[in-house]
T-cell receptor, first 109, second 118 residues
Framework: QKEVEQNSGPLSVPEGAIASLNCTYS??????FFWYRQYSGKSPELIMS????GDKEDGRFTAQLNKASQYVSLLIRDSQPSDSATYLC?????????FGKGTRLSVIA | NAGVMQNPRHLVRRRGQEARLRCSPM?????VYWYRQLPEEGLKFMVY????????ESGMPKERFSAEFPKEGPSILRIQQVVRGDSAAYFC????????????????FGAGSRLTVL
């Protein structure tokens, strides 16, 4: 059973701070890793993908992958109230995307 | 370039009725996935299809649920004899490349179909 674990939160951070979201996974065969953002009542939208160990930066977002530790994280710099959403970690290898339950982030103005 | 189109957006059924949810993938995408999301839960994989083929249905309940992706027309997720526990948001996603391919299997999601069973 492939599992993806996330802290459900809520994670509350003040506006302008760095939000750190973490995810662990059980399947060592996972090759592709993704972070999706889901606003309440809406569909998931892809915000970051990462495929190799290390950091990948895109604007205010940085994804970090450590395959040896089976750990992937997402950092959001200069957090804004509009970043308040549920963040879903997902990964795939030879199977369709497996999602974690998501971490609810609340950015307080 | 339209995204993934799902309809209906909202569907209300009484226990025992049938629900049919439709999904048209993004233009150029031939891989379709269905996921179910219960309130306050994550996305659970149900089934993965290509045109006229079911590739992986490991997440599909054994009874009452079926899916198809015909040569012409949208993919359809069918739920027979619905029960209250089927109330959920059903998301369809599509991708350019398939699972296990050398390229990144990036999924784009539709807006979802929200099923309420009375």
């Amino acid at each position: 059973q492939k599992e993806v674990e996330q802290n459900s939160g809520p994670l509350s951070v003040p506006e302008g701070a760095i939000a750190s979201l973490n995810c662990t996974y059980s399947d060592r065969g996972s090759q592709s890793f993704f972070w999706y953002r889901q606003y309440s009542g809406k569909s998931p939208e892809l915000i970051m993908s990462i495929y190799s160990n290390g950091d990948k930066e895109d604007g205010r977002f940085t994804a970090q992958l450590n395959k040896a530790s089976q750990y992937v994280s997402l950092l959001i710099r200069d957090s804004q109230p509009s970043d308040s959403a549920t963040y879903l970690c997902a990964m795939s290898g030879n199977t369709p995307l497996v999602f974690g339950k998501g971490t609810r982030l609340s950015v307080i103005a | 370039n339209a995204g993934v189109m799902q309809n209906p957006r909202h569907l209300v059924r009484r226990r025992g009725q049938e629900a049919r949810l439709r999904c048209s993938p993004m233009k150029g995408h031939s891989h379709v996935y269905w996921y179910r999301q219960l309130p306050e839960e994550g996305l659970k994989f149900m089934v993965y299809l290509q045109k006229e083929n079911i590739i992986d249905e490991s997440g599909m309940p054994k009874e009452r649920f079926s899916a198809e992706f015909p040569k012409e027309g949208p993919s359809i997720l069918r739920i027979q004899q619905v029960v209250r526990g089927d109330s959920a948001a059903y998301f369809c996603a599509s991708s350019l490349t398939g699972t296990g391919s050398s390229g990144a299997n990036v999924l784009t999601f539709g807006a979802g179909s929200r099923l309420t069973v009375l």
